[in-house]
């Protein structure tokens, strides 16, 4: 059974938008989050993507408040990403409410503390972030293209324990163009035992349900519901 997981992204402590990861393609939706987390929940969502744009730029977790109130008030399963560089900062979004960390660029950077954090906390609670542009796996809130083919990527850190991934596919998302539904078949076929999070570009109810056909674990939906292209009404009936 497919996981619907709205996501809401921080800047300034604000629910906003990018289109492909550009900060200056900016759109705010409400200057509350926990407004808006509370209306998924009404709906019977159960899960969360929180992700800390500043953080990411920042290189360090900067929206740990807001997490914290969105945990303390309402109870969605929040997965947290954006700006983990350190101990420290995990450690904040842990004791913040988070119940899993999205761990992109440091899994790249610095494969020793990202397997640290694997051994230490489990492969339940560290879901790999596999930022993709062009089948090239992107670090540094999207900022980096490196010459890391994606196959090569998830091959390497699923033999090593690895269960969660969160795939994005940066061209397609906040662009309401629909999602990658070939990569995700490409990646399902090659990996048998992943549990893989679509993301980016969903636009239409069907593709929903095109990814659960394929066996998909979860899947992000973004601009899409602020857009209004698909409803909250609509997705409460596939969960």
Same mark, same amino acid.
């Given at each position: 059974?497919?996981?619907?997981?709205?996501?809401?992204?921080?800047?300034?402590?604000?629910?906003?938008?990018?289109?492909?990861?550009?900060?200056?393609?900016?759109?705010?939706? &409400?200057?509350?989050?926990?407004?808006?987390?509370?209306?998924?929940?009404?709906?019977?969502?159960?899960?969360?993507?929180?992700?800390?744009? !500043?953080?990411?730029?920042?290189?360090?977790?900067?929206?740990?408040?807001?997490?914290?109130?969105?945990?303390?008030?309402?109870?969605?399963?929040? !997965?947290?990403?954006?700006?983990?560089?350190?101990?420290?900062?995990?450690?904040?979004?842990?004791?913040?409410?988070?119940?899993?960390?999205?761990?992109?660029?440091?899994?790249?950077?610095?494969?020793?503390?990202?397997?640290?954090?694997?051994?230490?906390?489990?492969?339940?609670?560290?879901?790999?972030?596999?930022?993709?542009?062009? &089948?090239?796996?992107?670090?540094?809130?999207?900022?980096?293209?490196?010459?890391?083919?994606?196959?090569?990527?998830?091959?390497?850190?699923?033999?090593?324990?690895?269960?969660?991934?969160?795939?994005?596919?940066?061209?397609?998302?906040?662009?309401?163009?629909?999602?990658?539904?070939?990569?995700?078949?490409?990646?399902?076929?090659?990996?048998? &035992?992943?549990?893989?999070?679509?993301?980016?570009?969903?636009?239409?109810?069907?593709?929903?349900?095109?990814?659960?056909?394929?066996?998909?674990?979860?899947?992000?939906?973004?601009?899409?519901?602020?857009?209004?292209?698909?409803?909250?009404?609509?997705?409460?009936?596939?969960?």
């Amino acid at each position: 059974m497919l996981t619907i997981i709205p996501a809401i992204d921080l800047i300034d402590g604000k629910c906003v938008r990018l289109s492909k990861g550009d900060y200056a393609q900016k759109k705010i939706y &409400n200057d509350d989050p926990l407004e808006v987390a509370v209306q998924f929940e009404d709906h019977g969502i159960k899960r969360l993507h929180l992700v800390d744009l !500043d953080g990411a730029k920042a290189s360090h977790v900067v929206n740990w408040k807001v997490l914290e109130k969105i945990a303390s008030k309402t109870k969605l399963v929040i !997965d947290f990403g954006g700006g983990i560089k350190s101990d420290q900062d995990l450690e904040i979004i842990f004791e913040s409410g988070a119940t899993m960390a999205t761990i992109g660029s440091v899994a790249v950077k610095n494969r020793e503390l990202f397997f640290s954090w694997l051994k230490k906390y489990g492969a339940e609670k560290i879901i790999l972030g596999a930022d993709v542009n062009d &089948n090239k796996i992107a670090v540094t809130g999207w900022l980096e293209v490196t010459e890391l083919d994606v196959f090569d990527f998830l091959d390497d850190y699923l033999t090593q324990g690895v269960k969660h991934v969160l795939c994005t596919d940066i061209s397609k998302d906040g662009m309401l163009e629909g999602t990658s539904l070939q990569l995700y078949i490409e990646i399902m076929q090659r990996f048998k &035992n992943i549990a893989l999070i679509a993301s980016g570009g969903v636009t239409h109810i069907d593709e929903l349900y095109k990814l659960d056909e394929i066996g998909v674990t979860g899947a992000i939906i973004g601009k899409a519901i602020y857009e209004g292209k698909i409803t909250l009404k609509e997705l409460s009936g596939l969960i």
